[in-house]
């Protein structure tokens, strides 16, 4: 699946590898769009997927709900040997993830070139 | 309705807030208008039990009379209205009277002059689409500030995640609505959210959150509470008259 245009709380995706997933969730991750974001990485992870990687170079604002989506699938993730690797995160939603101390419980990368070679692709 | 002209030209606040009622009220209202005069006097005693939609309704009679460069007075408020007023900030604005009247002109002169930021006030429905609009005029009033965008980007959360816990919790009907005021003091700002759904302590609700244990039981939902009580530096619930959920939340910056 290649990746689609940028829509507000448009969930894309596109496959990189066997076992790696990378997911764009668009403008928004909130209330509206976030159980859409938990049944796609379910998905995912039933379909055998091990890395997920969220790109959020479009990401502008990350409600509770959408911090949800992923605080409550990363465990699967890891426990398939892989995990949920958050890649291009602004400045403002770094914070939040700071707020609620998860920016060291989850896995950032600075680019997703970073987290496809965490993933051992290299691009 | 009654018109009284001994001292003050007087209209009566219905309690009912039907359409016919309401489009009673506006007549008079324009009618009383029409006669230019210096003060209004809005008889609030009907006003027994209070909803968000009779306080929206005076904030609506305070912005005409504003417009129209006339004085507004609320006559016999009952002990609930005058409370609702207070918890919401609203009282002194809505209440004026010439005992008052000095200090509140001083500060409609600080406000003019930009030396005060003017209050914001507005009303929405617990709905996905209504939040997001009235999310977005939240925004437009803060960004006529020099706030860091560090701060808006709390503020837009605490204000996304207290109306959604609305929607989620307090079981409102299609035609309540929310109502929300923001005030500065400083570089702090006071938000006030009031509903008239059932009663939801989002305070006494906020349990501790553990990333660690979060994650091993799945958890996707009950992190807003925790959040805003991260971003906010303080916060107060009251139920007010068995009706009103008045939530108060303080944020500071700067210094």
Known sequence: MGPVAVDERNITRHTVRDDTLVINPGRMLDNNNAHEMVEAIALAQVKGYKFIIMDMSDLEFLSSAGVGSILGTVETSRKMGGDIILCNVSDTILHVLKVLDLADFLTIKATQKEALTLCGIDS | MQIDYIDTLTLLVPADLSNDAMTHFDRGLKK????????????????????????????????????????????????????????????????????????????????????????????????????????????????????????????????????????????????????????????????????????????SSTLDFDPQTASKNGQTRGLGLTLVRRLTDKMSYVRMNDVINVLTLEKKWGP
């Not at chain 2, 939609?53 to 609506?60: G, V």
């Not at chain 2, 503020?155 to 409102?172: C, D, G, K, P």
């Open chain 2, 32 to 203: 009383l208008l029409t006669e230019d005069p210096q003060t209004i006097a809005f008889d609030t005693s009907q006003l027994k039990y209070v909803t968000s939609s009779h306080i929206k309704l005076l904030w609506q009679i305070y912005n005409i009379c504003l417009d129209a460069g006339v004085t507004m007075k609320l006559k016999s408020p009952s002990p609930g209205l005058v409370r609702v007023l207070k918890v919401l900030d609203l009282y002194e604005l809505l209440t004026e009277n010439f005992e008052s009247m000095r200090p509140q002109l001083r500060k409609a002169v600080r406000i003019e002059s930009g030396e005060i930021p003017p209050p914001y006030a507005d009303e929405f429905r617990a709905d996905s689409r209504s939040i997001d609009e009235a999310l977005e005029g939240f925004l437009k009033f803060l960004r006529r500030f020099t706030l860091p965008e560090v701060v808006i980007f709390e503020l837009r959360t605490v204000f996304y995640e207290v109306a959604t816990n609305i929607r989620s919790h307090a079981q409102m009907g299609d035609d309540d609505l929310v109502v929300f005021t923001a005030r500065f003091e400083g570089s702090k700002l006071i938000m006030v959210f009031a509903d008239s759904g059932i009663p939801f302590d989002q305070i």
